[in-house]
């Protein structure tokens, strides 16, 4: 017979020790004194871990926790909560809710248990096409409390408190944009939501949109009050048509239900959303390319100032917040800016969302507090590399990151810390690089990105990536030479400091960061011409070893015709005319053929 | 005032202004590249970078406004060593072929690199490759030259609003071209020679007939016939390292015939015949038969301009053929007869101050008789390396005076060079043919210097004119929609696509090494010099011309007669602009 409730009871030696056992009696005479003892299920559980509040119990569902009671308050409890569904709210322990509210559903998994989830707080819980889900869940009761309660300047307070910053990668405090944006006077102002993730590999935002598009919109439109806007606009690439999807179906509920559109619950603040597609081009992030792009120019940065808080989009003021920095905002007004800034660093408050990738065990999305280090995340929510290989680096930040080697494993995440180990928090790609991959071709593989992704406008990023990714191509073909390393050096300084925006200044980042990091395989490229992980084909040996029988597979399969030898005898490679395709590697069944 | 503080030495400065400004006014030149004054802020080619204590990066001086306190270095070991690189990053993607280049000792990439230092080059790899655009009749356009400065871009369009050219693709393979890569003939470049004026090397050129005249002026059996614009005397003297504003009208005839030209005609004559056309067909619309306002129609780049953004006024625009084509039109016939001369025979060569004259030029609606009336159009620049070439001595040449009888002039013909100069020398004629009387006050001072859009009044019999004036083509866009909100405002209205008019066109001399394109000063300076030759003048008002009365009397009839129809008057057709409209402009 399906129970109607469950009653757990934390087990543990600190609630057992506060009568666990006298209030499990109490509760059973209890329900069957009002004959409920068939619909209501008992359990007693291990550590429920709020030691200091017991005795706790969970009420399901409605996942109520109770705490500091005693056997005396059973009645009541029973009486109340079971009998007539009213959870009594003086027990209730209330301050993590939000933690324990994910937990409940994903709490046992491993993956899910060491992380916290304030932006993604709702991704995979609710139906994100379905507004009331989101508002069985508290949503758009921040937005209501704002528009009925706090006047702009206090919700700025908050924001301030809170010690939010952006999460596009820059960290400028959020509240401050806000402030800023706020005491411009102007008859038309703007919130836009940057959604033009373009970083590869990265998909926080795709994620954040797809699983939560109401989170957004609340919080756009908590900002357009905050700050005095009537508009926003989602700038989001065309390249996520389910996110698209659900952010235009999110603004159209919206608009139904009245959280959008004129005279909102009828406080007489209007605000509305458009939302705007990108073409994919990287730059596109950039906030003055952005808006350009929105004004149906080519999307290329200018110099700030005037930043946008003072002339953004067709001139007027105009906030520019990142898609997780604005799904943070309903949870800082519903919760406090006191408890949100108790999460994280001194610096760095909050949560941060990273998209996990490369040679680690599980990839995938991962919100940790700031304040994480590399190796918690890598190794315990990310499980380690698999293969058992060994671990060469990690690189943070989208393909403008620095590459972070071994040493800077207990780093601990936050803006400052990545900065000051030469990496950057980006907007939260991390990408582990383990023992089979090589550096130099690593940090190749990322200028190409952004070389070609430069919007071609300012000479340092146009010309100056374009000369560096010439010389790191050298490097590989085994034909740099020692001085190429501090040309890189000199090129990469330069564009970092000279470059018009974030791109161009961040672009030299994986080379500067991998010749400070792993400086000896530069040197072994240029120097012995060797590459240590094999990765770089020019410089691959091939040899025949003794094991050879002589079959002549690899003969038949060479495409240079370097290989030689008489039928069942040992055959050679002529290094001269080898191109080392690789070839007669694959097809030897013998193993005879070395790779160094 | 605030005190900021440059190389650790304490200035008082203005507020409200960039670095750039603050330390141009002290006297520190902050090399640049892609700044220009009269264009937006770029911050592209981040030479004039400074370092600023407290910044993380170095802050471009062009864009970045001075504060209180602010400490800067402009020249330090590290910042001269940025910039440095920056230029030869530059160079590394330029054809290193200065010797065989049309800018060759005029390009601005040349002189930086000289100011810089560069003796050495450290990061040499591909450089870009693509082929020239030569499609158009003026204006060459070479991508592997652009340093994407993007001065061409903003120019075209927030000087000129004609929006032809763009940025395409990324990084690497940026590169300046017009709407869809299509050639620059089928574009809705105007030719006006702006982008060639404010690029500071050779991505724009003019095309360039200056081969092709040396050959033909070597052929005995043409007759030479040119022609020169009230400008080209008013600038030339810049090509030759002077100072602006010293005309060299007598100089240039002999010149001319040196060169080896027959007849050397001055397109001042024909200006005067176009007022006495445009007067007259001023003065037919004024009286009601025709539309008001009538604008005028000398300028080439404006006709395109017309033709393709603004066809619902072209019933506003006077039939006036331009001076140029005016007198090509009668070196064909009028000038042919009276020498018994086959017009095949004769080759008529303009020496403009524009690159939209050659455009002109091609234009079939202008032909006369079945031939082209204009062979060749030569520019300002084009005319001066030619003397050089030729090893004329100009700066000491001894003047001689145009030919006849397409050569006198009267005040007013000169002053055509000038924004507001064709307004003003058609009042002085039309009060007279209203009226009877001569205009005592000839001078009109509203309608002179360089504000982008002029309005002036005047009285002709009890009569209220109201005149405006625009120079530079976005201007024009501005009275043009004025006209349309309120065609009674305006009777008259005169349209020259370049700034400052011709003596800003296309084609004049490039920018000296200490001052920049399209200079104000330099405009003024080069105004003035048209404005002195029409002091100097006894007979300033075109219709007093004698030889404008002769070719009535003997030839022409009567203005707007059926033979001024015939030769001094053409027609315009809507064209549908190719590439990419301006949002403000609607097209009807």
Redesign the interface.
Same mark, same amino acid.
């Given at each position: 017979m399906p129970k109607r409730f469950n009653i757990t009871l934390c087990d543990g030696p600190s609630c057992m020790h506060k009568n666990s056992k006298e209030i499990v009696a109490a509760i059973e005479a209890q329900l069957k004194k009002h004959e409920l003892s068939d619909h209501v299920g008992i359990n007693l559980s291990g550590c429920l871990g709020m030691c200091a509040r017991g005795p706790v119990m969970i009420i399901n569902p409605g996942y109520s926790i109770y705490g500091d009671f005693t056997e005396k308050d059973i009645p009541e409890i029973i009486e109340q909560h079971i009998k007539k569904n009213k959870p009594i709210a003086r027990f209730i322990i209330d301050e993590d809710h939000l933690y324990n509210r994910f937990f409940r559903v994903f709490g046992d998994v491993n993956f899910f248990g060491k992380q916290m989830r304030i932006a993604l707080r709702n991704c995979g819980i609710i139906d994100p096409e379905n507004i009331d889900d989101y508002i069985s869940l508290r949503g758009y009761e921040a937005l209501a409390k704002v528009l009925t309660d706090i006047a702009p300047e206090k919700v700025i307070g908050q924001i301030k408190k809170s010690g939010l910053r952006g999460r596009g990668g820059a960290g400028f405090p959020t509240g401050i944009k806000w402030e800023l944006t706020a005491r411009e006077k102007s008859d038309e102002k703007f919130v836009i939501c940057n959604a033009d993730e373009g970083d590869p590999g990265a998909f926080m935002d795709r994620s954040a949109i797809e699983g939560d598009p109401h989170t957004i919109v609340e919080g756009m439109a908590i900002a357009g009050y905050a700050i005095g806007a009537q508009k926003g606009i989602v700038y989001i690439r065309a390249e996520y048509p389910l996110a698209v999807k659900r952010i235009k179906k999110a603004i159209a509920d919206a608009r139904k239900e009245g959280f959008l559109g004129q005279n909102i619950l009828g406080t007489g603040f209007s605000f509305d959303i458009e939302v705007r597609l990108g073409a994919g081009?990287f730059?596109c992030g950039e906030e003055t390319a952005l808006m350009l792009s929105i004004e149906?120019h080519?999307g290329?940065p +200018?110099?700030r100032?005037p930043f946008p808080s003072v002339s953004g989009l067709f001139g007027r003021p105009t906030l520019i917040n990142n898609v997780e920095t604005l799904a943070n905002i309903p949870v800082i007004i519903l919760d406090g800016a006191q408890w949100f800034s108790s999460l994280g660093t001194e610096k760095s408050k909050g949560t941060k969302v990273f998209a996990l990738a490369g040679k680690i065990k599980n990839t995938g999305l991962v919100e940790v507090p700031m304040g994480t280090t590399l190796r918690q995340i890598i190794y315990n929510i990310g499980g380690g590399i698999p293969g058992d290989k060994q671990f060469k680096a990690v690189q943070t930040g989208g393909p403008s990151g620095g590459c972070l080697s071994e040493e800077y494993l207990d780093t601990k995440i936050d803006y400052e810390s990545l900065a000051a180990a030469g990496s950057i928090m980006g907007s939260g790609g991390m990408i582990v690089i383990d023992e089979d991959s090589c550096m130099v071709n690593i940090a190749k593989f990322f200028l190409e990105f952004t #070389?070609?992704?430069? @919007?071609? *406008? @300012?000479?340092?990023c +146009?010309?100056?990536? *374009? +000369?560096m990714l010439?010389?790191l191509t050298r490097i590989t073909e085994g034909k740099g030479s020692q001085e190429d390393i501090d040309?890189l050096l +000199?090129?990469g300084n330069?564009i970092?400091?000279?470059?018009?925006c974030g791109l161009g #200044?961040s672009a030299p980042n994986p080379v500067l960061s991998t010749i400070k990091n792993f400086r000896a395989e530069y040197e072994e490229h240029v120097r012995d011409k060797r590459c240590r992980a094999g990765v770089c084909r020019h410089l691959l040996v091939y040899e025949i070893t003794d094991k050879c029988v002589g079959c002549s597979a690899c003969k038949k399969a060479c495409p240079a015709e370097a290989i030689s030898g008489a039928l069942k005898q040992k055959h050679l490679i002529d290094v001269n005319k080898c191109v080392k395709c690789g070839a007669c590697f694959k097809i030897c069944k013998f193993g005879a053929i070395k790779k160094s | 005032m605030i005190t900021i503080h440059i190389n650790d030495k304490a200035y008082q400065v203005e507020n409200d202004q960039t670095i750039m400004q603050a330390a141009d006014k002290l006297g520190f030149h902050i090399p640049r590249l892609c700044y220009h004054p009269k264009l937006s802020i770029e911050g592209a080619c981040r030479v004039c970078i400074v370092e600023v204590v407290g910044m993380r990066n170095y802050v471009a001086s062009c864009a970045y406004p001075v504060s209180e306190g602010m400490k800067i270095y402009t020249n330090s070991e590290e910042i001269r060593r940025a910039r440095r690189d920056i230029v030869e990053l530059i160079l590394d993607n330029h054809p290193e072929d200065c010797h065989t280049c049309e800018r060759d000792g005029n390009c601005e990439l040349q002189r930086l690199a000289f100011a810089m230092g560069i003796r050495k080059r450290h990061f040499e790899g591909e450089k870009k490759h693509y082929e020239k655009d030569l499609s158009s009749t003026s204006v060459i356009r070479d991508p592997n030259k652009c340093i994407l400065c993007g001065r061409c871009v903003r120019i075209c369009s927030e000087i000129q609003k004609v929006n032809a050219l763009g940025y395409a693709h990324r990084g690497f393979k940026t590169v300046v071209m017009p709407a869809y890569n299509m050639p620059f003939k089928d574009s809705v470049c105007t030719t006006c020679g702006q982008c060639i004026n404010v690029c500071p090397t050779a991505a724009f050129v003019e095309k360039n007939f200056t081969q092709e005249l040396f050959g033909k002026l070597g052929d005995r059996s043409l007759i030479k016939v040119a022609q020169i614009a009230p400008s080209v005397r008013a600038a030339i003297g810049e090509a030759f390292a002077l100072e602006p504003g010293r005309q060299f009208e007598k100089e240039l005839v002999a010149a001319l015939r040196k060169l080896g030209f027959d007849h050397v005609f001055d397109t001042q004559f024909s200006a005067d015949l176009t007022i006495m056309e445009e007067a007259s067909e001023f003065l037919e619309r004024f009286q009601g038969r025709g539309k008001l306002p009538m604008i005028t129609s000398c300028s080439s780049a404006w006709m395109k301009c017309l033709e393709q953004f603004h066809p619902d006024l072209i019933e506003n625009v006077s039939t006036c053929k331009s001076p140029m084509s005016m007198a090509s039109a009668l070196i064909k016939s009028y000038f042919a007869d009276k020498i018994k001369a086959d017009p095949k025979k004769i080759l008529s060569v303009a020496f403009m101050c524009c690159t939209a004259k050659k455009y002109e030029a091609s234009r079939p609606e202008l032909m006369v008789e079945g031939i082209q009336s204009t062979d060749m159009v030569i520019t300002t620049r084009e005319l001066a390396w030619m003397i050089k070439s030729a090893g004329i001595d100009l700066l000491h040449i001894k003047g001689e005076e145009f030919d006849h009888p397409l050569g006198y002039s009267s005040g007013a013909g000169t002053i055509f060079g000038v924004t507001g100069g064709v307004m003003e020398a058609a009042i002085r004629t039309a009060y007279e043919l209203y009226t009877g009387e001569t205009l005592l006050d000839i001078e009109i001072q509203e309608i002179r210097g360089l504000k982008g859009v002029k309005e002036g009044k005047l009285v002709i019999d009890g009569k209220e004119i109201r005149i405006a004036v625009a120079h530079g083509l976005g201007n024009a866009n501005e009275i043009l929609n004025t006209v349309r909100k309120d065609p009674e405002r305006y009777h008259f209205v005169e349209i020259m696509g370049c700034p400052g008019g011709c003596i800003g066109g296309g084609g004049q001399p490039y920018a000296g090494s200490n001052s920049m394109p399209l200079d104000e000063e330099c405009l003024m300076k080069r105004a003035e010099a048209l404005y002195g030759l029409d002091r100097n003048k006894t007979i300033r008002r075109s219709h007093e011309n004698p030889d404008v009365q002769r070719l009535y009397k003997e030839f022409l009839g009567r203005p707007l007669g059926p033979m001024s129809h015939k030769l001094l008057h053409t027609h315009y057709k809507a064209k549908e602009p190719r590439g990419i409209i301006p949002s403000e402009l609607t097209v009807k």
């Open positions: 081009a730059v149906g080519r290329m +200018r110099p100032p #070389q070609n992704e430069s @919007c071609g *406008k @300012c000479t340092p +146009r010309e100056g990536t *374009k +000369r010439e010389i040309k +000199r090129l330069m970092k400091k000279a470059s018009l #200044q | -």
